[in-house]
């Protein structure tokens, strides 16, 4: 039994990339190829058939570099992910973007690397996810802690509408605004609404400006009715 164990323990972990750039895709699956560690199951580029090549494949870890995450379909990653519970996702060379970041969270992925990370940065996340811990850069990781203990402790954040009226959110605003209160993010509001990022990007600027708010979630609470239950 114990030889078992440490014969499971020592099966290397199953990786399949997902990179746009064809050199970078290579090179990261040359640098993991020399681990004894890891498998590289398979090395893609997105396109209309990733999603069949990759389902295909027998993989724990998924890595996804920043062009193809700006390209994946809408619940690319989750619908990988949910089938098989054991399954990974890092996404890597991301920009320091919360909106972005907390977006990768909803999805699934249990790693979040910015573009600086080294390869050797990449190949430790790679280990710590594989190892069951998630990995992501403090500050970001910050903006998650506020976003949950910013939302009411019934999860149910209701924008109130008399306030909307009276500090002169649009109808247009109001919507976004209760989709914010729910943790969506731009891409989320974005298809929701049948508006483009931009756009949505704008009009959660111009919300944060007429509501002299530093940030979405401020801008979330100022409309929001808070009833706390009393603790002890």
């Known amino acids: 039994m114990k030889a078992a164990k440490e014969t499971r323990s020592a099966s290397p972990s199953k990786l399949i990339f997902l990179i746009e750039n064809r ?19 398979g090395s893609i580029r997105y396109s209309e058939t990733a999603y069949k090549q990759a389902a295909a494949l027998d993989w724990d870890v ?7 995450t700006a390209a994946l379909a809408q619940n690319f990653i989750a619908d990988l992910l949910i089938p098989m519970p054991g399954r990974k996702a890092i996404l890597f060379g991301m920009e320091h973007d919360a909106d972005i970041f907390l977006e990768g969270v909803r999805s699934g992925v249990s790693g979040y690397l910015l573009g ?5 940065d990449i190949m430790e996340a790679v280990r710590k996810v594989s190892a069951g811990e998630a990995v992501c ?4 990781c910050h903006a998650l802690f506020q976003f949950v203990a910013k939302a009411p402790r019934d999860s149910s954040m209701i ?6 009226l009276k500090l002169g959110l649009t109808p247009r605003q109001q ?3 209760a989709l914010l ?5 731009n891409k989320e509001i974005a298809a929701n609404l049948h ?19 530093q940030s979405r979630y401020a801008a979330v609470q100022t409309v929001c009715e808070h009833r706390f239950p009393a603790t002890i």
Do not use: W, Y
């Open 23 to 41: 050199m970078l895709r290579e090179a990261m699956t040359e640098l993991f190829q020399r681990q004894p560690e890891f498998v590289v199951a």
């Open 62 to 68: 998924l890595l996804i570099d920043q062009a193809s």
């Open 116 to 120: 600086d990370a080294s390869a050797k």
């Open 137 to 140: 850069p403090p500050v970001l």
């Open 159 to 164: 924008p109130n509408q008399r306030l909307c």
């Open 175 to 177: 919507q976004l605004v």
């Open 181 to 185: 209160a729910r943790g969506f993010t």
């Open 195 to 213: 508006l483009s990022e931009f756009t949505v990007k704008n009009h959660v600027h111009r919300i944060m400006r007429q509501l002299k708010a």
